[in-house]
């Protein structure tokens, strides 16, 4: 399967590469000058895990997901809502890393939690880890959950090594303990599919990157979700390739302000455009979903910015050591806030957050006695 461009599909994509490349420009410029760009940049974490279930057909509400990511669900997390928290997690663990690192081996190799995750740690890394670990050996046996942690740990541990063994990675002696006919007795493909290499698959994706190297930033990131769409390296984390585009951004120095929501603006796009089966279609639909979100975080930054002039009008005068500043900063940060995630964010009770809320003046959003919630539409 061929991923160049020649110079007629190139002459196609021009005008929508201009539009995309220069709105996608704009947006970072003004992430990086504005005052609410930290804000910008950590809700747009919520609205692209949103996006990103949503372009594989499931809808999860990005107010479940701000209540699960602060353990305050007011019912038991569908499967759906657990699927975006993942890729919440894995967008905040790819903007902490260096700009390069999600691309790398052992980037990908954490972030799709293959076994040779450990193998690209450098020195450093692994030293933080055994600290972690030794400050974990000296906390209290007895804190809460500490039995229940233990075990689910145990059957992770039991489970990865019969996966090993399936896989033919485990040792040799681990490996003489279990019978061929054991080893074999998987109808379902459910340990492993030897026709689903997925090492092969991401390494014939990494050999697209030297390809899109060599082409605009934002025509390059097209092609790799391209070429990650049809080569479909991953059967349970197919959303990570809008991740690794929008890490690919960042790398190329296009995007360096935050994190781009890719998803956030593939799924204004119909999904006749997105699936065709026509290349040229795919690659201006891509580049369509491109202008479209750097359009909405656009607009998002204007509406953060109104809201955050609207706020600083209310504390102003206020004495040195008042929490209406940082409240500010937290509603910035979040889609939605409630009494309880204000109350663990400032350190303040229920009651005094209420209080706060009163003072600052935003806009409650759930219209609801029993439990109330405040954001910026």
């Known amino acids: 399967m061929r991923y160049d461009i020649d110079g007629i599909m190139l002459q196609t994509l021009l005008p929508l590469l201009a539009a995309a490349e220069d709105a996608v420009a704009r947006l970072d410029e003004r992430v990086l000058r504005s005052s609410v760009g930290e804000g910008f940049a950590e809700r747009s974490h919520f609205f692209d895990a949103a996006g990103a279930l ?4 499931e809808l999860v509400h990005v107010e479940d997901l701000v209540l699960h990511d602060a353990h305050m669900d007011s019912r038991a997390p569908s499967h759906e809502l657990t699927i975006a928290h993942s890729v919440l997690r894995t967008r905040r663990r790819i903007w902490t890393g260096e700009p390069s690192w999600a691309l790398g081996a052992s980037g990908l190799a954490t972030l799709t939690a293959t076994t040779a995750e450990g193998e690209g740690l450098t020195q450093e890394a ?18 809460p959950l500490a039995a229940e942690m233990a075990e689910i740990d145990a ?7 019969l996966i090993d063994i399936h896989t033919g990675k485990a040792p040799p002696g681990e490996a003489a303990t279990v019978s061929p006919a054991k080893r074999n007795d998987d109808p379902l493909g459910l340990l492993g599919d030897e026709e689903w290499d997925e090492e092969q698959r991401l390494s014939e994706w990494r050999c697209v990157l030297p390809l899109a190297d060599n082409l605009p930033p934002v025509l390059g990131a097209v092609i790799l979700f391209e070429a990650w ?7 349970r984390q197919h ?7 929008e890490s690919y951004l960042r790398a190329r120095g296009k995007v360096a302000s935050h994190l781009f929501s890719f998803y956030g603006g593939l799924k204004l796009v119909r999904h006749e455009r997105r699936r065709a089966r026509d290349r040229v279609t795919r690659l201006q639909a891509f580049l369509e979903a491109m202008q479209l979100a750097a359009a909405a975080g656009l607009k998002e930054i204007d509406r953060l910015s109104l809201a955050r002039t609207q706020m600083e009008l209310r504390f102003r005068g206020r004495r040195s050591n008042s929490s209406l500043p940082e409240l500010a900063d937290f509603i910035l940060s979040r889609p939605m806030v409630s009494a309880a995630m204000i109350a663990r964010q400032l350190r303040i009770t ?14 409650e959003i759930t219209g609801r006695g029993r439990y109330r919630a405040w954001g910026i539409i």
Do not use: C, M, T, Y
């Open 239 to 245: 959303w990570l390739g809008g991740l690794l585009v």
């Open 350 to 363: 229920p009651r005094g957050a209420l209080n706060l809320v009163n003072e600052i003046g935003i806009r």
């Open 155 to 161: 059957i992770l541990a039991r489970s990865q090594k």
């Open 126 to 143: 692994k030293s933080r880890a055994a600290a972690v670990e030794a400050d974990d050996e000296g906390e209290n046996e007895d804190a």
């Open 54 to 57: 949503w372009v594989a057909g």
């Open 229 to 235: 769409d049809r080569i479909e390296p991953l059967r």
